[in-house]
């Protein structure tokens, strides 16, 4: 079920740009809550509340032509994130603190974005995609058993033509319901859940880890051998609990760097 293919730089695809032969556009895949949250942050971080308040959430329902229980649960979703606060007889305001940081691990979101909303020309330099044993730390987290193969997806991206993140994306087999070539690969992996995969991205956990850059890394990304570098190991899970693509990140700092809001309840 899966092709393997390399793939030359191309331009940004999205889920709603694929065009095929009829003309017919794929339908936009995401929950409305999801959209409601993104139209709401992106109106947040372009300083569209120019008073740092929001509207009440019946104003905000018919802004968007949402139930008001849609709105609700995204702006749930956001003071989750710390970037707003509401308080019950005052309203709604922007943590402009937050929103200036811009980069929340808090958040389900691609590199791509992300090394777009860090001020950078995002691209991807290189994407493969192959079948390989499974390594430990993926065995470990989608419980597989030794000798197990996974999809591995190697990709590069670039912040303003310099790598700035390497990832490898370890995919379940049994989960892709498809044929997958390098081409069909969108930029984020929450992307490929919902476009390849027989369920989507529910939710992630990610762990930190100060590692030190290897010679294979150092010819990968703008650091020396030995140097201090930062990996993230994500693990994504269906809205069952059930894991099925582990993420190996490394990241150089210079043009990413993230915040943790923690919030008391």
């Known amino acids: 079920m899966i092709g393997v293919s390399k793939r ?3 331009p940004r695809r999205t889920p709603t740009d694929h065009v095929d032969d009829t003309g017919l556009r794929k339908m936009e895949t995401r929950p409305l809550t999801v959209r409601v949250k993104a ?3 992106q109106s947040i971080l372009n300083d569209g509340f120019s008073d740092g308040r929001l509207p009440r959430e019946e ?3 018919s802004q968007l032509g949402v139930s008001r229980g849609t709105v609700r649960e995204a702006l749930r979703s956001l003071e989750e994130e710390g970037l707003i606060t509401r308080q019950r007889g005052i309203g709604t305001h922007v943590n402009s603190h937050v929103a200036r940081a811009r980069i929340s691990l808090n958040r389900v979101i691609g590199f791509y974005d992300l090394i777009a909303e860090g001020g950078y020309s995002p691209a991807i330099a290189a994407t ?4 390989e044993p499974a390594p430990p730390e993926a065995i470990e987290r989608l419980s597989l058993e030794a ?3 996974l999809l ?3 990709r590069l991206f670039l912040a303003d033509g310099v790598p700035a993140i390497h990832l490898i994306e370890m995919v379940s087999p049994a989960s892709i319901g498809h044929k997958v070539f390098a081409e069909d690969v969108p930029e984020s992996i ?3 859940a919902d476009q390849h995969c027989v369920a989507p991205i529910d939710h992630t956990t990610v762990e930190i880890i ?12 703008p650091v020396r051998r030995s140097s201090p570098l930062l990996e993230l190991l994500e693990t994504h899970y269906s809205s069952a609990g059930v894991p099925f693509i582990v993420s190996r990140i490394h990241v150089v700092d210079r043009f990413i760097r993230f915040t943790v809001v923690r919030r008391r309840f």
């Open 8 to 10: 030359r730089e191309q």
């Open 39 to 41: 139209a709401l942050r």
């Open 59 to 61: 104003t905000l329902a």
């Open 128 to 131: 493969r995609i192959r079948l």
């Open 147 to 149: 000798g197990a193969e």
């Open 152 to 154: 591995m997806i190697d």
């Open 190 to 192: 929450f992307a490929f």
């Open 210 to 221: 100060p590692i030190v850059a290897t010679e294979a890394i150092a010819q990968i990304l």
